[in-house]
Structures are given as C-alpha cells and as structure tokens.
C-alpha cells in the first residue's frame, strides 16, 4: 500500500503512532505503511507486565514492555503507521494492555506532508497493569532485538542512540532470549545488526540475566 492509496480513499484508513514494536515493519500486517518522524508530549518507559503471555511462557512474574506517558515539552521518536481501518481491531488486541489514545497530528514531526483528515492515535499502557519497572520482570532481549532493528532501519544508528537515551527504566534486567526468543514477534538480526543492538544496550547499564538467573 502506498500513500496514493491513502489518498484515494482516506476514509478507509487510520493512523497509529508506534514506538517500540511496532516502527519494525517485520512485526506489522504487510498492508501497512510508515513515516518515521518524532512525536511532542510523550516520554517512552519500561513498564511491567503482570497480565502478559509471557508470564505463562516463563512460568515467573512476567516481562516488561514498552509504554509512554505524556509529558509536556517531551519528544518521542516512533513510525506513524497507516492501515487500513479494517486492520484496527486486530491491532487493538495485539495490544491488548494499552489503551487507544487519539493524538494530534500537528505533535507529529515528519520530513514530508501528512494527510491530516486521518484520525490517528497511540497505544499508551493501562495504568491497572502497568507500574515502574521491576528487577522481577525482565526486559526480553528477543524484544529488544525487534524494537531496535526497527529503529535501526528508520533512523540509522542516531536512532538506535535516541531510542536509549529517550527510554526511562534501563536498570531492568535483560533475559537472555535471543537464541531461544520468548517474544512472539521475534525476528532475526544479521551480524552487523546484533553487533550493533549489542553495542547500545550495553551503554544502558542493563544486566543481561539468564532464565535460571531470575527468582521464581
């Protein structure tokens, strides 16, 4: 699909600002698209996720996931993704723990014009099953590795930089995962692309773990 789509018919599209998962085109229906640009009001976190299918995968307290909060004067760097809006339940249950938030798109700074009769939103973590992040619920590293190999195609390694720098709750362990990925969208990194996600994760302080490393 392409914007010529979008034009022709743009009452049968939405837009949704993703910042974690979702900037990776690998992860998303193949009828979706994306502008890569910074979003005003948001601060992106780690969060922790009680209620997660992880926690089943684990058999433990469970993994933590990405989320945002507003703040004032904040930026947040992610992929306006268009779909068709046929496509928005299927998104709405793939994040089943965070709330559709409709947003402005004049927050939305891209290198090129924007259809603005578009109705557009963000995914923002439901406060009843998020909280800070917990040394109990790790970060997956096969989450990381899909996150980062996005960011790393839409804004080069100065993305990769921003995405830990502009991403609070870095002092949460990191489940080795990568060989055996708990993360249903997990994806696969070439070595230069695992070399480099290596390189910024390592600059966050994290402790990577193992699962026999974590407390029941």
């Known amino acids: 699909m392409t914007f010529e789509d979008l034009l022709a018919n743009p009452s049968d ?7 974690g998962s979702l900037v990776n085109d690998k992860t998303r229906n193949g009828e979706s698209f994306g502008v890569a640009g ?3 009001g ?15 995968a684990f058999g433990m307290h469970g993994a933590a996931a990405l989320s945002v909060t507003p703040k004032p004067g904040a930026y947040c760097d992610g992929l306006l993704v ?20 409709k947003i402005d798109l004049a927050d939305f700074q891209a290198d090129q014009p924007l259809p603005d009769q578009i109705d ?27 996150v980062m190999q996005g960011f790393l195609h839409k804004f080069g390694e100065v993305g990769m930089m921003r995405f ?53």
Request: net charge neutral.
């Open 13 to 19: 599209w939405v837009a949704y600002f993703g910042y």
């Open 38 to 40: 910074r979003l005003k």
């Open 42 to 56: 948001y601060r992106r976190h780690w969060s922790i996720w009680e209620a997660s299918p992880e926690r089943r």
């Open 82 to 101: 268009f779909d068709q809006k046929s496509h928005l339940p299927q998104v709405d249950i793939r994040e089943a723990h965070y709330s559709r938030v």
């Open 120 to 146: 557009c939103y963000i995914y923002v973590g439901q406060p009843a099953l998020t909280s800070k992040a917990d040394p109990k619920f790790p970060i997956l590293q096969s989450y990381i590795d899909a």
């Open 164 to 216: 830990v720098e502009e991403t609070d709750g870095w002092h949460t362990p990191i489940l080795k995962d990568r060989d055996r990925p708990f993360y249903p969208r997990s994806v696969e990194l070439s070595l230069e692309e695992a070399r480099l996600v290596d390189l910024y994760v390592s600059t966050t302080g994290a402790p990577m773990v193992t699962p026999d490393q974590l407390l029941p």
